[in-house]
């Protein structure tokens, strides 16, 4: 059985604020001594995923080329764990 730890991950905005956001960090079959770094890595790429995510919904929202269902549908993306 896998078993899964929670992460927090510091966030320094640009505004100078700081954000704590709560990963999950899995323990890995084949690591039999885990130690933090792989699952700090792993939660970084989903933050940046996530913040990629939210600059392409941004650039879908103010395409003039695109139908409004399609925009619709775009706004509906979500990052799915």
């Known amino acids: 059985m896998r078993i899964a730890h929670p992460a927090q991950v510091k966030v320094i905005e640009e505004d100078g ?3 704590i956001t709560k990963w999950v960090a ?4 084949n690591n ?4 933090p770094n792989p699952h700090t890595t792993n939660a970084l ?3 940046a ?3 990629l995510l939210q600059e392409f919904k941004k650039a879908l929202e103010s395409c003039r ?3 409004w269902a399609l925009k619709k ?3 509906g ?3 799915a764990c």
């Open 45 to 47: 790429m989903y933050e």
């Open 77 to 79: 993306i979500q990052v």
């Open 65 to 67: 080329c695109l139908s």
């Open 26 to 29: 899995k323990v890995r079959i």
């Open 73 to 75: 549908k775009g706004s």
């Open 32 to 35: 039999i001594n885990p130690t």
């Open 17 to 19: 604020t700081k954000k």
């Open 49 to 51: 995923c996530g913040l």
